[in-house]
């Protein structure tokens, strides 16, 4: 039985179509003094094993996500996978100054003790996974970000904001089915200044897709974009694997002069074009195989 946390219900019915099993009757209702409760009707249908997918862009978001398994656990369920499309706090993966806490960690052990398997879906930091106490495993949903892209990109340049991101890139450009790839060399001063080097690809009168795997502030991939536009590029798509967009970071993509952005279906989005279903799919075939 598939349990969709609320920030994450189109994809718990994609899911639950793609793998044939029943999507829960999941509520989320909140008290008047402001505490949540997210609970299940299963309407004497017996629990043996119990999937909840849970995006976690806040805290609100964990605190449901860790009832939701509690709930399935106290239906009688004996094997429980949790799936976090969206590991929020998953950028807080050390302690960055003397006297914080390693926020990754303290989630990740939270939902731990809730589940027998946890499932992630492209991780800002891989190095996550490790601080689940119970299994953990990553899939890849770069590829799916092809599938929305126009049939007819000409000479297309898939293209990363930095180095690190090259690899989703690849990944975006092999699914389409061909096309160069390139990155921008970008220093990071701060958590909202961005120094960007254009690369040496020549991207005049191309077609650019600029992957990234989360999109959140839209600066630095505005930053691109207007740097793109001052090499001639002809149409730039902006591509990403969690479109989480906080405050005005679609009306600078739009100023930036994008001609779209296509996101997953992590976070549901106005720009979710495409489902991680499939390879999420995959993983619980393969968990239920072992």
Known sequence: MILPGSDSQALGAALAAETGR??????????????????????G????????????????????????????????ADHVTTVIPYMGYGRQERAFEPGQPVSARAVARAVATGTDRVILVNPHEASVTDFFDVPCSVVDAAPRLADPLPADLTDPLFLSPDAGAVSLAESVRDAYGGGDVDYFE???????????????ADVTGRD?????????????????????DD????????????????????TKLERAGVTAVYGTDTL??????TSVAPVVADALGSAAAE
Do not use: W
């Open 22 to 43: 029943e999507l829960a009757a999941v509520t989320y209702d909140r008290f008047p003094d402001g505490e949540g409760m997210a609970s299940v009707d299963l309407d």
């Open 186 to 200: 970008k220093v990071r001063h701060s958590g909202t200044e961005v120094d960007i080097t254009p690369s040496d």
């Open 231 to 250: 090499r001639d590029a002809a149409d730039v798509f902006v591509t990403c694997i969690h479109p989480l967009l906080v405050r005005n970071a679609r």
């Open 45 to 76: 249908t017996a629990l043996d094993r119990a999937v909840v997918v849970a995006s976690t862009p806040s805290d609100t978001a964990y605190v449901e996500l860790l009832q939701l398994q509690d709930a399935v656990r106290e239906a009688g």
């Open 208 to 228: 650019v897709v600029v992957v990234d795997d989360i999109i959140a502030t839209g600066s630095t991939m505005s930053e691109s974009i207007g740097v793109l």
């Open 268 to 273: 549901e989005r106005e720009v979710t074009t």
